[in-house]
């Protein structure tokens, strides 16, 4: 046998991240308080880069006092946490209601579903009981409206706190609730021929003021700054933009970029090393800002109804919708949401809690419009209806759901089967 060496050539394609690639896949991810204290930390350590500070817009905060102080305040969770010593629970009440609140976002809401709670604690409580706690303890807690699983939900319960009228409530628990109202113009439209048009206003008014996300006016987030902006125009549009104010203007310093230029110098590796990441730097924060913009300015035209008070009702929304529309990758879009607020007429929200997911492939159904559904078809059934057959129905008007996806839901708004009701 003889043995031959054989020089093969193969081309392939491999994707490599570049040490720039990740820091600029980094400063995605950071909040506004985050990436304004790497500004500052980098002007400190690269004399290259220097602060505009004839261009610089300022305001009211100052970023440096409030990141000293952020590890002596109170969170929102201690906040709450405190409040259950006042109210004579169980001990599984107490246990269960501390998971709930170390669950909730950062703008007071619980994006979880309760089965999703359940599974979490190890099934040790039923899913009656976590509902029951997070409607009998965790709602009552203040801020009002905490521990919504929705923006509908927060508004609703800061209602009830009003104590406003028994009529008014009802009122406002359509306007909500019922599926068949697009928006709050259909709404009134549809409730005038029941109430008066001085009370559906009064409500419609008092909608308006709720705040939507409570969790941010605790004292202690004032560490929340938002990155965007809407600036309200004529005719009910708005413009999303950037802010400026308290945001470092950095730029390369033109004298000792020109001392390094200068061969006679002869510069060192070093110095032309720090040049070279104070000109990155100042591309990577310029391109993530205008990415963050391009990203929420399409998320505010998509919601234009829910963020003009048109509706109370957000649009189905996904990351990938986002992705594909922007060219970019869907990574790329998680990592932007992750810590950015815009600012609002409502108050700063998260630019991820403007998104929630269809559980439709064929038709923008969001969970909460199909829980609204299947309880309706359920309340207005003459005779009991499996979930199959309520499939059918759904699949009739196009929403195209498999029968597990209506037992997944109808469980959730604790619903019993058609044998048990």
Same mark, same amino acid.
């Given at each position: 046998m003889v043995i031959k060496l054989v020089r093969e050539f193969k081309q392939n394609q491999q994707l490599a991240i570049t040490p720039q690639l990740k820091k600029s896949? /980094? +400063?995605?991810?950071?909040?506004?308080?985050?990436?304004?204290?790497?500004?500052?930390?980098?002007?400190?350590?690269?004399?290259?880069l220097t602060k505009d500070y004839d261009k610089q817009s300022s305001g009211t905060f100052d970023d440096m006092d409030l990141l000293d102080n952020l590890s002596n305040e109170?969170?929102?969770?201690?906040?709450?946490?405190?409040?259950?010593? /006042? +109210?004579?629970?169980?001990?599984s009440e107490k246990k269960i209601a501390i998971f709930i609140i170390q669950s909730l976002e950062e703008n007071g809401l619980l994006n979880m579903d309760l089965d999703e709670v359940e599974e979490l604690m190890e099934f040790a409580y039923s899913i009656e009981e976590i509902k029951s706690v997070l409607n009998d303890t965790i709602h009552n807690l203040e801020p009002a409206g905490v521990g919504a699983r929705d923006f509908k939900e927060t508004i609703f319960i800061q209602l009830k706190r009003q104590k406003i009228l028994p009529d008014e409530l009802e009122i406002a628990n359509k306007i909500l609730f019922d599926p068949q109202f697009s928006d709050f113009g259909d709404a009134m439209d549809k409730l005038e021929i029941y109430y008066s048009k001085s009370a559906i206003n009064n409500v419609l008014n008092k909608i308006k003021q709720c705040d939507l996300s409570p969790g941010l006016e605790f004292e202690s987030t004032i560490m929340i700054q938002p990155d965007l902006e809407i600036i309200p125009q004529n005719n009910e549009n708005f413009n999303v933009r950037f802010k400026k104010e308290n945001f470092p203007l950095i730029s390369l310093d033109e004298d000792l970029e020109k001392l390094v230029k200068d061969r006679k110098n002869k510069a060192t590796k070093e110095l032309k090393e720090k040049m070279g990441e104070a000109k990155w730097l100042i591309r990577a924060i310029n391109k993530r800002n205008e990415t963050i913009q391009n990203v929420g300015k399409l998320i505010c035209q998509k919601q234009a109804d829910f963020l003009s008070e048109k509706s109370a009702e957000l649009k189905p929304l996904s990351n990938l919708e986002l992705a594909k529309e922007l060219k970019i990758s869907p990574s790329t879009v998680s990592r932007i949401l992750r810590s950015k607020y815009i600012q609002t007429p409502k108050g700063a929200l998260s630019m991820k809690s403007l998104l929630v997911?269809?559980?439709?492939?064929?038709?923008?159904?969001?969970?909460?419009?199909?829980?609204?559904?299947i309880q309706k078809i359920i309340e207005e059934e003459k005779k009991k209806l499996s979930d199959q057959k309520i499939s059918d129905l759904l699949n009739k008007r196009g929403f195209n759901l498999a029968r597990r996806t209506i037992s997944k839901y109808r469980k959730k708004i604790n619903l019993p089967s058609s044998r048990n009701r």
């Open positions: 896949i /980094d +400063l995605l991810q950071l909040s506004r308080l985050e990436i304004i204290n790497k500004i500052n930390n980098e002007i400190e350590e690269n004399p290259f109170l969170t929102l969770q201690d906040h709450l946490e405190s409040q259950l010593n /006042d +109210l004579k629970l169980t001990v997911s269809s559980v439709s492939k064929t038709r923008k159904v969001t969970p909460m419009q199909l829980m609204e559904e």
